[in-house]
């Protein structure tokens, strides 16, 4: 398959990908408001923190492996790839059997120490719920590694349209559960059961578009201990984004309340569905781009990655400005005017979309190289001091400064990554803007076969 036509091939798949993410995002919100209520509902976005965070987790040795894998069967070193995919499975296996050991252990200090009882929920209700959605992240942290056969094969499309079908049952399963009136406990048993069945139909799938041409994979240590190294690095991804996303939903709680939870989570969604845009791109590009730096084709690497970061730029300012003018209204609308949010506090939620535009689609070279460490010092780093500056901010300002910090965090990291993983792929960030090369450069294919 051509490099262009797996890039158009991954962007339609995304694109379907991130249409049903929003739905899933948008859709189902006025459902929770309208079945359970925004006390109840800000509650359980409360509940689902630990699981939250154990569905980013996945993303830090099973990205690990996946990478490595790819990397090496891109190479054609097929005896590499399929000891990694040895090493790599007994790695997810023993992250997940430390998991249960967590979230067991979770669950029985929660229950000791009275947390589940603080809420409005019921604390059985509370303690079933938690326990199931935990064991279904746990479960989903296998299909990280059955990505790298997709990739692998260069058909991530694939994989990426079995997500969405995975996604869009979720979404459906969830309105008729809420439709009928249960509560937390049918909405996460459900979840559980879909996890289960995807995940086993996923790996089936991707297993049988890799061949290893008769190979046998040993499980070696070498192979571990780079897998936990790099691992480690990814881990900052799901580590960063459950203290920027759940530790300051858990600081607007303590401050401002539940009902400012709902409220502070559902702006921050109508911002994150324009990040789905930015995702898109990065999701379209990397699968082929990835390949090709393990081919070592890095000039049409540089090309595609200034391309890409350029048109992400561009759609954030635009979209950032379309919030602002009718963004709100629309909000009202969705919301069904159940939740109330001041006009500045949107217009500085709104200056993060662009910020965030201006930094989100350069993280894929840390992906690309494999070299996770950059990214994971400074997303880190400023993820705690973003909790920090939330604390400060929401008893100073309330809603007005629980929305600045997010903004600032959004700020400094456009700051420091940008030109980092410019850097990172030997390029300088005024490179990003030499774009009238790209269009002379087509201008002539256009002209040679006309």
Known sequence: MGI????INNGLANIAQKIIRIFDQLLLVP??????????YGEW???????????????GFGSAVCNSFVLAY???????????????????????????ILTASIIM??????????????????????????????????????EGFYRGARKAATGSFLGSGNNLLN?????????????IVGFALSHLLIAICYTALYWIIGRKMISFDGLKGKVKRNDIQMITTKGIGYLATPVWQSIYFQGTTFVVRIILGAEAVAVFNTVRTVCRSVNQIFSIINAAIFPDLQFEYGRGNLPLVQKLFRIAVDISIIIGFIGACILCIIGLDLYNWWTQNALSVDKTAWNIFMIGVFMNAVWWTSVVSYRMTNQPKHFAIASTSMACLTILVCYTASKAWGFNGAALATTLFETAMAIYILPDSCKLLGMKITDLFRFRNDYHILSEKIKNHS
């Not at 976005?45 to 993303?59: E, K, M, N, R, Y």
């Not at 059985?124 to 064991?135: E, G, N, Q």
């Open 171 to 183: 979404i459906i399963v969830s309105i008729i559960i809420l439709h009928a009136g249960c509560g």
């Open 31 to 40: 459902f929770f408001l309208t079945t359970w209520g925004a006390e109840y």
């Open 45 to 59: 976005l409360t509940l689902s923190i630990v699981p939250s965070i154990l569905a980013f987790s996945d993303l």
């Open 109 to 146: 200090i929660g229950d000791y120490a009275g947390w589940f009882s603080k809420s409005v929920i019921a604390a059985s209700d509370a303690i079933m719920a938690v326990t199931m959605m935990m064991a279904s992240k746990l479960i989903l942290f296998y299909t990280q590694l059955a």
């Open 4 to 7: 262009t036509k797996g890039i």
């Open 74 to 100: 891109a190479s054609d070193n097929k005896q590499q790839a399929v000891n990694l995919y040895k090493s790599g499975f007994w790695v997810i296996t023993s992250t997940v059997l430390l998991g249960t």
